[in-house]
């Protein structure tokens, strides 16, 4: 199994909800970050006064999939996900060692 994290822009969420949907990909979970990566954040201007904003809004999806269907959940989210433009996020893959649904203890492939 393989559990998957992208970091995105909180506008292209819905985006990402369908293209997962659309492969057959049900359980995810969205959580609110803050971050930045190479674009440093930007300047902004609030009653005269100057001031940087380093940590841009995102949104983590994390989705945990059977190791076969990894690579087109990858290429699904990162689709969905992109604007070509700076700041689209990243996208990460962990291996995960064992799932347990906690209602009747299924495990593994089953749990998912």
């Given amino acids: ?3 998957i994290e992208a970091i995105i822009q909180p506008f292209k969420v819905d985006e990402v909800k369908e293209a997962l949907a ?3 990909i049900e359980g995810i979970t969205v959580s609110e970050a803050r971050g930045h990566g190479r674009q440093k954040g930007h300047t902004e201007v609030y009653r005269g006064q100057e001031y940087n904003v380093d940590l841009l ?8 999939v059977p190791s076969e269907r990894f ?6 989210l990162s689709g ?3 604007t070509g433009k ?26 998912l």
């Fill in 80 to 82: 969905a996900a992109r």
């Fill in 1 to 3: 199994m393989k559990k």
């Fill in 22 to 24: 659309g492969i057959g």
């Fill in 86 to 111: 700076i700041g689209d996020g990243k996208i990460f893959v962990f291996d995960v060692a064992e799932a347990v649904r906690i209602r009747n203890g299924d495990r593994g492939d089953a749990a």
């Fill in 71 to 76: 690579e087109e959940v990858v290429a699904a």
């Fill in 57 to 64: 809004p995102k949104l983590k999806v994390e989705v945990v």
